[in-house]
């Protein structure tokens, strides 16, 4: 608890020194599940909801954007225990702002209900 409380201010003292706040340059996501019908699931695309997106025209904007999904595993590989799986939006999934995805490698299972990020680029501005 002390060393949270030491971080927290030895955070605001950099803020304050830099006067700038943080960049974040994605948007956060959630993933729902597999596409699927009623008897058959697709593993290949993933449905997410992205933060903030709450129909098809907005939807428009994220096509092609990369997706990562980042996960925490038991050993230690290049010096971090973080992994990622990176996607792509691939198309809208519905009309309230839902989309597909497709990963390198197919999200594991215990993925559902994870956060992933979506990146901002690349542009097709």
């Given at each position: 608890?002390?060393?949270?409380?030491?971080?927290?201010?030895?955070?605001?003292?950099?803020?304050?020194?830099?006067?700038?706040?943080?960049?974040?340059?994605?948007?956060?996501?959630?993933?729902?599940?597999?596409?699927?019908?009623?008897r058959n699931q697709y593993e290949h695309t993933s449905l997410l909801k992205i933060d903030n997106?709450?129909?098809?025209?907005?939807?428009?904007?994220?096509?092609?954007?990369?997706?990562?999904?980042?996960?925490?595993?038991?050993?230690?590989?290049?010096?971090?225990?973080?992994?990622?799986?990176?996607?792509?939006?691939?198309?809208?999934?519905?009309?309230?702002?839902?989309?597909?995805?497709?990963?390198?490698?197919?999200?594991?299972?215990?993925?559902?209900g994870g956060r992933v990020r979506v990146m901002l680029f690349p542009s097709r501005v």
């Amino acid at each position: 608890l002390c060393t949270r409380e030491l971080q927290e201010t030895m955070s605001e003292k950099k803020r304050q020194n830099n006067k700038t706040q943080p960049v974040r340059l994605y948007v956060k996501g959630c993933i729902l599940g597999y596409k699927r019908g009623l008897r058959n699931q697709y593993e290949h695309t993933s449905l997410l909801k992205i933060d903030n997106v709450q129909d098809k025209k907005d939807v428009e904007f994220y096509l092609g954007k990369r997706v990562v999904y980042i996960y925490k595993a038991q050993k230690e590989i290049k010096g971090s225990k973080f992994r990622t799986i990176w996607g792509r939006v691939t198309r809208a999934h519905g009309s309230s702002g839902t989309v597909r995805a497709k990963f390198q490698r197919n999200l594991p299972p215990k993925s559902m209900g994870g956060r992933v990020r979506v990146m901002l680029f690349p542009s097709r501005v």
